[in-house]
């Protein structure tokens, strides 16, 4: 695994190429992250680099959150995330990582969780099929039948039901860079992102 960024949705919008097609693109703001670890293959057993994101104030941090980022002398961040790199990586301690990490072309794979829409039932969920509206009928956007009778005389794991839909972690991969903007620290990608603006981004 390559080493990546985290990162803000900033929203989306569109784009028009050479031939005049207009790319549908979300603009995030990427970084600036710091090298808050290092780590090894002689103390943990592998090689990964840890970086910091998103600067608070100090009060809003455990003192043990606070206490493994002063022995990197850097400041308060909220998010802390590793990536598993190789052992000759160049990167030291408070080392800023910055959206120069990318080309414009480059495929990146972007992670998050997506926007959470509540309990839904199975036609939302699942694209369930509808039952008729008239003559009657009382099955309109029930699930129907959800097992046998006395055998088994249970539902089987797994089954598609009414639940919690969205607010989980996903990722969209092989998204092309279409923009980089170093001075603002701005990544434009063509697609689609997990989640709302300001969901937190892993890009990599």
Do not use: W
């Not at 910055?98 to 992670?111: A, H, K, M, P, R």
């Not at 997506?114 to 008239?134: C, D, E, L, N, S």
């Amino acid at each position: 695994m390559s080493l990546g960024i985290l990162g803000t949705k900033l929203g989306m919008t569109q784009i028009f190429d050479e031939a005049g097609f207009a790319i549908p693109v979300t603009v995030i703001k990427a970084g600036p992250c710091i090298v808050t670890q290092i780590k090894n293959v002689e103390k943990e057993g592998y090689s990964a680099i840890q970086i910091g994101y998103g600067q608070v104030a100090s009060k809003n941090l455990t003192k043990p959150e606070l206490g493994h980022l002063q022995k990197s002398n850097s400041p308060p961040l909220k998010h802390l995330k590793e990536y598993k790199v190789t052992s000759d990586s160049e990167l030291k301690l408070s080392d800023k990582v910055t959206v120069g990490l990318f080309t414009v072309g480059q495929s990146v794979s972007i992670s998050g969780k997506t926007i959470g829409k509540g309990f839904a039932g199975t036609i939302k969920k699942y694209k369930f099929t509808r039952g008729p509206m008239t003559h009657g009928s009382k099955n309109h956007r029930e699930p129907g039948s959800i097992g046998q009778g006395s055998t088994p005389g249970r539902v089987y794991p797994g089954k598609k039901m009414a639940g919690r839909l969205g607010g989980k972690q996903t990722m969209i991969k092989n998204l092309k860079v279409v923009h980089v903007n170093t001075e603002n620290s701005l990544l434009v990608v063509k697609g689609t992102v997990p989640g709302k603006t300001g969901n937190l981004l892993s890009i990599k």
